[in-house]
């Protein structure tokens, strides 16, 4: 209802009200109007008030940081000061406040929903134990806990809970604060239906594209006819199953589709999560850098889980997107470290200018410094004999590293019995597929492959269930890598959720894939993936491979799994 101005309240109480009435109905007219007026000025500033504080609260509980800037302090166990980020609640209690384990300790949940009702034992457990149920805190009571370690039936904290000095208006915030943690269902959740979307950016190549969307579609008609079979079970359910049924959910996809230049994703991101919001961004694909969106998840906090890219962001401190590995940063890292004990002479590394392997090429050089030399070529600059022969002639390098794809190797493989080669030359699993049947006589013997996968006889044992899911629904065709892994972030994704029950938190859905991402049942093309707080690469190493001679060339590692 829209507030009515002053002025014209007061010219109805005194067009249609009697006289003798007047003077009352005009006068409630105007209380009216002027409450209209002062509610409608006030509102935006309680609103900013509001916002403020739950800023600040977050602030207090993430980083350890109070509104004046000073940090958060605190006693722990045996005395010991803690400070700031040490001090802050987040690092025991996690971003969502439903708590954790580790080493047999358990880490209570603190969000609002949890501490303001009762908490009652298991029943199966509570005779035998004695247990009794905890009562709802109230804010007083909370605070108490927060100052003086004490729960709201009186009893003591773990010493492992620090005990906080905070004066009455901090204790307030971070209060005010805990009320909201994980206190509402995430965007993207409805009473029925979970929405999740996948990126396909404009550079992505096509038969990628395609296998992305295959796993995708094949993966949501099946969560969605067991969903349909859950749902029809609920009815018969027993009482103490109600709230797992309560869990189940359509999934529905959302494929956003970006076009023209980087600049502008941002606002095609936030046009699509505005016509329909997303609990999860699943997989995606782009050949170029993911920062675009993986800012974009960031700014709203949106998970983002394993897209197809060897250009992720790199960063310690978010927290919304999970990657396969650091793709080609990883690989130059883990080639740097292999190189850190050859021998020193000349390091030339080839890259295209604007592709991915720039990338790889800064950080290769960051890594060893003063002992690379770069060639960069030009986007459209050709890769012929001539090319590599002047590289050689005038640096003689030690080793050759080439960041490029498959029509430039092929190129340099052509050329390859002209030259004087150095004793290696490195490749990228990643950029190349150039298998030993297209290599020149005498090539073999040179060339070095820095892979991040696992190798070929590892990959069979790994792979044999997703083959056979693939196999069942008649998805073949190449692009495996693009194939598994997106059934990977899809299995995660549906694992974290059985564990989430009813509680649709963004944030507790990441604590949970963090938690369970080691065991897994879908496999990768990785050796090894896990994450854990703070961690968002699964797969943190690389072989250095080459191929065995013929008849049968097979690829082996030149050294142990390299982790930087």
């Keep these: 209802m829209t507030p009515v101005p002053w002025h014209i309240g007061w010219f109805l109480g005194a067009v249609f009200c009697p006289a003798r009435r007047v003077h009352k109905v005009c006068g409630i007219f105007l209380l009216l109007s002027f409450a209209s007026v002062v509610y409608l000025h006030a509102l935006p500033v309680f609103a900013a008030d509001f916002e403020t504080q739950v800023q600040q609260g977050k602030r207090i509980y993430r980083e350890g940081v109070l509104p004046s800037g000073q940090l958060l302090t605190a006693a722990g166990q045996g005395g010991i000061a803690l400070r700031g980020a040490q001090a802050a609640c987040v690092s025991c209690h996690r971003r969502s406040g439903l708590g954790s384990s580790e080493g047999g300790k358990v880490v209570r949940p603190i969000a609002g929903a949890m501490l303001y009702r009762q908490a009652e034992p298991p029943a199966a457990r509570a005779p035998q134990r004695g247990l009794a ?48 943690l994980s206190s509402d269902p995430s965007p993207g ?27 995708l579609h094949a993966y949501f008609r099946d969560k969605n006819a067991g969903t349909r079979h859950e749902v029809r079970r609920s009815t018969h359910a027993p009482w103490d199953m109600a709230r797992e049924y309560q869990a189940y959910r ?5 494929v956003w589709e970006l076009s023209g230049p980087a600049d502008t994703w941002p606002r095609q991101l936030e046009a699509y999560y505005r016509e329909q919001p997303v609990f999860a961004m699943l997989s995606g694909i782009g050949a170029g850098s993911w920062r675009p969106m993986h800012e974009f998840c960031e700014r709203q906090e949106l998970p983002c889980l394993f897209p197809n890219t060897d250009l992720p962001a790199i960063s310690d401190t978010d927290f919304y997107s999970a990657y396969f590995s650091r793709g080609m940063t990883l690989e130059a890292q883990a080639l740097a470290k292999h190189l850190e004990g050859e021998a020193t002479g000349p390091l030339v590394q080839v890259y295209r200018e604007g592709e991915p392997g720039a990338v790889a090429a800064e950080a290769l050089r960051q890594a060893l410094p003063g002992r690379v030399h770069d060639r960069r070529m030009e986007r459209r600059e050709p890769a012929t004999a001539a090319f590599w022969k002047d590289i050689l002639q005038h640096t003689q390098p030690s080793a050759l590293v080439l960041w490029l794809g498959d029509e430039d190797v092929r190129a ?28 020149p006589p005498g090539l073999q013997a040179h060339l070095r492959y820095v892979r991040p996968f696992d190798l070929p006889q590892a990959l069979d044992r790994r792979l044999a269930r997703v083959r056979a899911w693939l196999r069942a629904r008649n998805i073949a065709g190449g692009e495996e890598q693009i194939r598994t892994n997106t059934y990977f972030a899809c299995t995660v994704a549906g694992e974290a959720l059985m564990h989430l029950v009813d509680n649709f938190s963004r944030d507790y859905f990441m604590e949970r894939i963090e938690n369970m991402l080691e065991n897994a049942l879908a496999g990768t093309v990785y050796p090894r993936t896990s994450l854990g707080p703070g961690q968002r690469f699964a797969s943190k190493g690389s072989y250095i491979v080459r191929y065995t001679g013929e008849p049968e060339p097979r690829l082996l590692p030149v050294g142990e799994w390299i982790v930087p």
Excluded: C
């Excluded at 927060?146 to 620090?162: H, K, N, Q, W, Y």
């Design 133 to 180: 149920g905890r009562v709802p805190y109230t804010d007083e009571a909370l605070v108490r806990a927060i100052r003086e370690g004490v729960d709201s039936t009186g009893r003591a904290l773990d010493p492992l809970m620090p005990r906080y000095p905070l004066d009455a208006e901090d204790a307030r915030l971070l209060v005010g604060y805990l009320k909201s």
């Design 250 to 254: 359509k999934w529905a996809l959302h």
């Design 412 to 439: 340099f493989n052509a050329a390859a019995a002209e030259l004087q080669l150095p004793r290696d030359v490195y490749l990228s699993s990643s950029l190349t597929a150039v298998t030993p049947s297209s290599l």
């Design 189 to 215: 959740v409805t009473m029925d239906t979970i929405h999740f979307a996948t990126v396909i950016t404009p550079d992505a190549a096509p038969d990628k594209r395609k296998a992305m969307l295959d796993v």
